[in-house]
Structure formats: C-alpha cells, structure tokens
C-alpha cells in the first residue's frame, strides 16, 4: 500500500514545496497535475524552501486523463464541497492504494472532475469566516488523519537516533 498526494494545477511554488517537505517527512508519493504556475527545476525548487528533495518521491502528469490512466486506487477529493469530513472516511485497508487529491490554490477541484467522484468528496470542517485554509495545511492535515487511522505506518514515534536521539531532553 502507498500513500499518494495529488496536486491539480498547483499555482503557489511556496506552497508545493512545503507539501514536497511533508511529503518527505510521511514517505507519501507526490503527484503533479500540468500546468504548474512554477517551474520544477533544481534552482526554483530550492528557493521555494524544498530542502529535502532527495527524499521526495514525485510524478508530472500533463493532465487528469494521463494520471487517472496510470494511477488506480481510492481518490479522496479535498473539497469545500464536501459534506463528510476525513475522520468519517475510512483510510485503513491496509492493500488499497489512496490518492489524496487536491485542487489548485484559486479555485480548487473542477466541478466536472468532482462530480465522478461525488461519494468520496471530503472537507475539512471550518467556520463561515473563510473560504477554504492554505493548501499546504490543508495537505498536511489530512494525510495525518489517514496515517493516523493506519497507526502512523514506518513513522517514528520519538526523536531518531540519526537526528538528537529520543533521549535529548534529558541531556545537560
């Protein structure tokens, strides 16, 4: 089983490369949706923060008909137009292969693309005051929900002994 984020036409580098970060740090595969409002070279990839992109493991895809042609699994849409939030999806079946889509930071997820997958449109519970939270916590937010209802798979639980080590706190 993988654990896929999905970004369709992300416009923000900034963005992107936190969700890259986030990614890194979860061991979840990256999915990219042309056209991208940024360039993917090593030079602006830096620059918008991405300082672990040895360990992220990304796909460029010129559009939703090539991806959903080489990816099949669960889609989960993240939507201002769901009506179910993550916690009421269950992400557990520890052989599916999930894709976490999200759609571009201006205007989301085509309605046309929503509309197939109207049973699997998810929403992060927020007030009036807003119309929707920044992508990248958005990301992030939900693929801890789905990683906290798998146990937090190959995800260490205390401080690695390759970074300050689970004992650091009680060091002088």
């Known amino acids: 089983m993988a ?55 990304y796909k460029v895809y010129k559009s939703w008909d090539e991806f959903v042609e080489l990816n099949q699994g669960v889609y989960a849409m993240f939507t201002r137009y769901g009506d179910r939030s993550p916690d009421q999806f269950d992400f557990t079946n520890p052989e599916a292969e ?15 693309i929503l509309r197939n997958y109207r049973e699997n449109c998810l929403r992060l519970p927020i007030n009036d005051k807003i119309r929707s939270l920044n992508l990248a916590n958005t990301v992030a937010v939900a693929l801890f929900e789905v990683l906290r209802q798998q146990g937090y798979p190959g995800l260490s ?3 690695p002994e390759t970074l300050k080590g689970p004992s650091w706190l009680d060091e002088d």
């Open 98 to 112: 999930y894709y976490l889509v999200f759609g571009k930071e201006s205007t989301g997820i085509p309605k046309e």
């Open 3 to 57: 654990l896929n984020v999905v970004l369709y036409h992300p416009e923000i580098p900034q963005n992107t490369g936190n969700i890259m970060r986030t990614c890194a740090g979860t061991g979840a595969v990256l999915h990219l949706i042309e056209p991208l409002g940024f360039k993917l070279d090593a030079k602006h990839l830096k620059r918008s923060g991405v300082n672990y992109l040895e360990h992220v493991q």
């Open 157 to 159: 639980r205390s401080e």
